[in-house]
Structures are given as structure tokens and as C-alpha cells.
């Protein structure tokens, strides 16, 4: 079984910095690539950034490229999302998922953490 949980989120000021984690349960950690997804009131879940299995390539949704870095650590079975220079626009709940391909649509992740908060004051 693969089981996702998400940690880090809170309140964090605008301009302000904040990192999120997300520690994975799986044999098969290192075979499986993440991403990163968020998701406001009523809106639907968008596109963050996502790593392959090796961490090699990453690549971001617009909104945050230069802003936010993904990585991952094999040896801790954990991938990170460094938020920098957050904005008001980027609270929302964010969920971590994993999948075999690294894409920017929900349908190609098979696993999901419940998420975590992350609200930003202005």
C-alpha cells in the first residue's frame, strides 16, 4: 500500500517563505514520481509542480515557477515543496500525490494525501 501524508502548512505572511512536506509509505518509494497540487474554496485542484522518481526534472505551473522549488529525498521516503515569496492567491489546501509518470493533470497520480492548509495573511 502507498499511504501520503502532507505537514508544513499554517499561516505564513505575505512575502513570507514556507516549506511543506510530504513523507511517503511505500516499498516502492524511489519508482514513483510526485507532484504537488492545490486546490481554494470552490475551485478545483490545480497543477503546483511535480518531480520525477529520480528528481532529476521538475517542472512548475506558472503561477509559481521562480517562486517555489520541489525536491525529494529517497533516503527519507520525502518530497518538499520550498514556498518563497508567497502571495495571498497561493493559500489553498495543497496536496501531495505520486504516481509513475511526472504530469500536470490529477488523473495521472494514483495516490493522494489529504492535504494541508496554508493560509497567507496580507
Partial sequence: ?????????????????LRLSCTISARTF???STGWFRAAPGKERQFVAAINYGGGVQFYGDSVKGRFTISRDNLKNTVYLDMD???????ATYYCAAGRIPRRTTESYDYWGPGTQVTVSS
Fill in 1 to 17: 500500500q502507498v499511504q501520503l501524508v502532507e505537514s508544513g502548512g499554517g499561516l505564513v505572511q505575505a512575502g513570507g517563505s
Fill in 30 to 32: 524511489t519508482a514513483l
Fill in 85 to 91: 515569496n508567497v502571495q495571498p492567491e497561493d493559500g
